[in-house]
């Protein structure tokens, strides 16, 4: 028995793959690779002095994972819960890599998390903004590289366009009107006997079918 044990204990020692090979049979590998399919992410902002910082959290990470954050380049070890890493700025993609521990299944391949965060724009809230709410650049999301000067150029452009259309639509209708008031002028001498004309046809008609409609009763 004592012969028995020394030989176990030599062979982790001289062998140790032998032994984690078990931990390491296709079927963990696939179990593995489901788990790790289900690995999901969600972000959360914060927000100052006209700048944002974003927090990525992974879902579903398996407990004893490995995740490392490529952009920071840490590393975090799932605890059976949610992994957070903070500090990542807008508009860019991030990528994660989730792996077991190396000693217990070196051959699996990691998964890979991509995670793209939206742009931000500073002057979203701006008072040029106001009645622009969903004007590009009145987004609080739109990816917003201008400077301020051109940006006020933008908006003050954009007003104007809209100011014209608004007008133009005004002398649309004044135009629609006008052209019928003079259709009306050149041919009221047609236009208005029919229109007396049918005003009486319907007086009589309907005078008719209430007397019909008596005599019946």
């Not at 590998?29 to 927000?47: A, D, R």
Request: glycine share 4%; aromatic share 16%; net charge neutral.
């Amino acid at each position: 028995m004592r012969k028995y044990g020394m030989f176990l204990v030599l062979s982790i020692i001289l062998f140790p793959g032998i032994i984690k090979a078990a931990d390491c049979s296709d079927q963990t590998i696939s179990n593995y690779s489901k788990i790790l399919g289900n690995v999901t992410y969600t972000y959360q902002y914060k927000e100052s002095n006209k700048k944002v910082s974003f927090d990525i959290t992974l879902l579903n990470v398996p407990q004893d994972f490995y995740v490392r954050d490529d952009y920071h380049d840490n590393f975090s070890v799932s605890k059976g819960t949610d992994v957070k890493f903070t500090s990542f700025k807008p508009h860019d993609t991030y990528k994660f890599e989730i792996f077991p521990d190396i000693n217990s299944c070196p051959t699996i391949e990691p998964q890979y998390v991509y995670v793209t965060l939206p742009g931000y724009n500073p002057y979203y809230s701006d008072p040029l903004c106001k009645g622009l709410e969903n004007y590009q650049y009145c987004n609080r999301w739109y990816a917003n590289s201008l400077s301020y000067k051109q940006f006020v150029t933008q908006l003050t452009n954009y007003r104007k366009k809209e100011e014209q259309s608004e007008v133009k639509e005004r002398v649309d209708k004044t135009d629609n009107l006008s052209y019928i008031i003079d259709f009306y002028q050149r041919y009221y001498m047609i236009i208005l006997p029919v229109i007396i004309i049918s005003i009486i046809g319907y007086i009589i008609y309907h005078n008719r079918r209430d007397d019909s409609l008596i005599s019946v009763k």
